[in-house]
């Protein structure tokens, strides 16, 4: 489970039409891949839980972090780069100008920033607790964070001190003592399990991981077979999403694939959203 000061993001833009996530190079009118005008998106800003205005809405992403009292608000511009900034409780412009690339929202107190082509971590002061030296970055969960290094992915703790070397092609964070990491070039079977140790719990096995949640991980299975005795050609079967348990037993054979539920606390402030006609904006 994701924990309380880890709440969900709104990066989705909804409109009449259906619903697009926001694009870094276009417009939030216009659907990316056709350019075609919408009729409505959605702008984003913040109140107080008594329903105070902070910020009107104007921003086309947000998220409210409860443990640290920051909100993170992105716009998105035609043609440029999104524009990100940090908001206190009061409505106070933190830090801003940065795309949502470089920072990052805040899990466990601490949130990836990107400086001089590099990531570290920040706590709520904006100052630098790990400094910048990694090449990619993901958020810390259960108290580990995965980071690239060498164009390999392992896992440091909040010190920076790296307790699992990079070895991974891809890794995501922990939940419930796992993480999914990819440990195969293999479109089919390249993804597994390890524990905080780094030992592999579940081989290369899976095209696709979910995280555990309350004992079970949606897991997207193909089946190989080879097609001759000498083993030279082979085929493959999509299965879809499965539920796998703690020891790798299938659970259920079909699943969604998000599989997740987000534990909300009492917060201090709440998203607001209003709608943009797109007409407007020609």
């Not at 070397?165 to 796992?178: K, N, R, T, V, W």
């Not at 081989?203 to 997207?220: I, P, T």
């Not at 999509?238 to 037993?249: A, E, M, Q, S, V």
Request: charged share 25%.
């Amino acid at each position: 489970m994701f924990l309380c000061s880890y709440c969900l993001a709104f990066f989705a833009v909804s409109c009449a039409t259906g619903s697009y996530q926001t694009s870094r190079e276009y417009h939030p009118c216009y659907v990316s891949d056709t350019q075609r005008l919408k009729k409505r998106y959605w702008l984003y800003g913040f109140e107080t839980s008594s329903g105070v205005s902070i910020v009107k809405p104007k921003f086309t992403s947000a998220a409210y972090y409860n443990a640290v009292g920051i909100a993170l608000g992105c716009e998105s511009i035609k043609q440029e780069n999104d524009t990100c900034a940090y908001i206190d409780e009061t409505g106070r412009y933190l830090l801003s100008g940065f795309t949502r690339e470089e920072g990052g929202g805040f899990s466990e107190g601490l949130a990836k920033f990107k400086k001089g082509g590099k990531f570290g971590y920040i706590d709520k002061t904006l100052k630098f607790v790990i400094p910048p030296q990694f090449e990619s970055a993901m958020a810390f969960l259960e108290g580990l964070a995965a980071v690239q290094l060498g164009g390999k992915w392992g896992y440091i703790d909040k010190t920076g001190r790296i307790v699992i070397p990079p070895q991974f092609m891809e890794a995501y964070g922990f939940s419930e003592g796992l993480a999914g990491v990819q440990l195969a070039d293999d479109w089919a079977r390249g993804w597994g399990f390890i524990d905080k140790t780094g030992k592999v719990v579940f081989d290369a096995q899976f095209k696709q991981v979910k995280d555990f949640r309350d004992g079970l991980a949606a897991v997207n299975v193909v089946d190989v077979y080879f097609t001759d005795k000498e083993k030279k050609h082979w085929s493959a079967i999509p299965r879809g999403w499965r539920l796998i348990d703690k020891t790798g037993k299938i659970i259920v054979k079909r699943s969604s694939k998000d599989i997740q539920t987000y534990p909300w606390s009492h917060q201090k402030m709440n998203i607001i959203k209003q709608g943009v006609e797109c007409t407007t904006m020609r």
